[in-house]
């Protein structure tokens, strides 16, 4: 199975919006609605912050969302802050599970 | 609050094995399914495999690098999950962690670390 593919690294400016692109196959991004995201800080567990594509757990700043277009996802975080400088990974089920490789965001 | 807690992780010989466990309390441990993933010094999260609740019939699934290799159980009175890993290799050496759910994770514990080295 192979990994989802991110970009390895984005950059934004405090209170712009960036966007991290997830792209799968029609055989686990594109054919189920299981992508979530999550965000980790060095040395730290990594957080859920998309579920289910879209939803956003309890807790979760609304400044995250997420969409599906065929066989890429994409998580947008708006009115960027410092303290999203981080790694984000994306998931997707398929038959078993599958993770992108992982994006730096870099807050300028 | 819900606490998700590994421990077992250690430095292990190449084809030896070890066995972690994962504790979980403030949630409804018989309901939910369970998952490993694991992330190497420096990368990427790794999905390890999970475990099924005994309502959806306790199954498991794993990843093809470790599948033959590694077997998660779980004690549902203890509400704790098990990874019992065997034949270590070199490249399983990583951060594991323990996670509620099996298709998004909800809950982390903080990861118990494995070294595999001669």
């Known amino acids: 199975q192979s990994a989802l593919t991110q970009p390895a690294s984005v950059s934004g400016s405090p209170g712009q919006s960036i966007t991290i692109s997830c792209t799968g196959t029609?055989?686990?991004?594109?054919?189920?609605?299981?992508v979530s995201w999550y965000q980790q800080h060095p040395g730290k567990a990594p957080k859920l912050v998309i579920y289910d594509v879209s939803h956003r757990p309890s807790g979760v700043s609304d400044r995250f969302s997420g969409s599906k277009s065929g066989n890429t996802a994409s998580l947008t975080i708006s009115g960027l802050q410092a303290k999203d400088e981080a790694d984000y990974y994306c998931n997707s089920y398929t038959s078993s599970v599958v993770f992108g490789g992982g994006t730096k965001l870099t807050v300028l | 609050e819900v606490q998700v807690a590994e421990s077992g992780g250690g430095l292990v010989k190449p084809g030896g094995s070890l066995r972690l466990s994962c504790a979980v309390s403030?949630?409804?441990?018989?309901?939910?399914?369970m998952t490993w993933v694991r992330q190497a010094p420096g990368k990427g999260l790794e999905w390890v495999g999970r475990?099924?609740?005994?309502?959806?019939?306790?199954?498991?699934d794993y990843a093809a690098p470790v599948d033959g290799r590694f077997t998660i159980s779980r004690d549902d009175s203890q509400s704790t999950v098990y990874l019992q890993m065997s034949s270590l290799k070199t490249e399983d050496t990583a951060l594991y962690y323990c996670?509620?759910?099996?298709?998004?994770?909800?809950?982390w514990g903080q990861g118990t670390l494995v070294t595999v080295s001669s």
């Open positions: 996670a509620t759910g099996g298709h998004w994770f909800e809950f």
């Open positions: 403030g949630f409804t441990f018989n309901n939910a399914w």
């Open positions: 475990i099924r609740s005994k309502a959806d019939g306790g199954t498991t």
């Open positions: 029609s055989s686990d991004v594109g054919d189920y609605n299981y």
